[in-house]
């Protein structure tokens, strides 16, 4: 039973370039959250999928965007790229909206914008 | 705005004792609380769940604690191991929509 599956788990863009992250939920899950966690620090909540609409947004600009795919996997996309933006993005994935029916991390991919 | 902090930022220990992390929120209206484990350049392995009308959660080594009227939260662990040697962290969730917000972790070391 795979759990959560991220690619790229390394990558490396350029400021201004564009960038999208990859996610595939465990399996049985269907919602899949995305986090942005800095060196040093927790993770931050950018947004959540649930039924390939997005359901919660955290605090992030609108070069943040996403897509849930009809067999529940999801992309994160990053435009605009800013040196700020380097960090460890983690995907969760979980059965509905509520974390107490299990909350699953990825390895996470480790961007780095130079 | 919910603010989680965590206290120490880092912690060093032998081999065999028994240590106690610490979680304080600025919102006691919260939904659940949980602890979770991070290795280095890993992702976050859940570790215990705390709902808002319990008191506290047992696995194995590990005990947490909720007190949501004081804002707090603690995680004991019994028995250090150098296995243990990670980033805890501890996150609450506010209302059930998955929007966790965490706390910048406690570097553990246990030394053998």
């Known amino acids: 039973d795979a759990g959560v599956t991220q690619s790229p788990t390394h990558l490396i863009k350029t400021r201004g370039q564009q960038v999208t992250l990859r996610c595939s939920p465990k399996s049985g899950h269907d919602t899949v959250s995305w986090y942005q966690q800095a060196l040093g620090q927790g993770p931050q909540f950018i947004f959540q999928?649930?039924?390939?609409?997005?359901?919660q947004r955290g605090n992030f600009p609108d070069r943040f965007s996403g897509h849930q795919f009809p067999n529940y996997s999801s992309e994160l996309n990053v435009n605009a790229l800013l040196l700020g933006d380097s960090a460890l993005y983690l995907c969760a994935s979980s059965l509905g909206w509520s974390v107490r029916y299990g909350y699953t991390f990825g390895s996470g991919t480790r961007l780095t914008v130079v | 705005k919910q603010e989680v902090t965590q206290i120490p930022a880092a912690l060093s220990v032998p081999e065999g004792e028994n240590l106690v992390l610490n979680c304080s929120f600025t919102?006691?209206?919260?939904?659940?609380l949980q602890w979770f484990r991070q290795d280095p350049g890993k992702g976050l392995t859940s570790l215990l769940l705390?709902?808002?009308?319990?008191r506290e959660q047992t696995s194995g080594r590990l005990n947490a604690s909720l007190d949501k009227s004081s804002g707090r939260s603690t995680l004991y662990i019994a028995a250090s191991q150098p296995g243990d040697s990670a980033t805890y962290l501890c996150?609450?969730?506010?209302?059930?929509?998955?929007?966790?917000?965490f706390g910048a972790g406690t570097r553990l070391t246990v030394k053998p």
């Open positions: 996150a609450v969730e506010a209302n059930n929509n998955n929007d966790m917000r």
């Open positions: 705390i709902q808002s009308s319990q």
């Open positions: 919102d006691s209206a919260i939904y659940n």
């Open positions: 999928y649930y039924e390939e609409e997005e359901r």
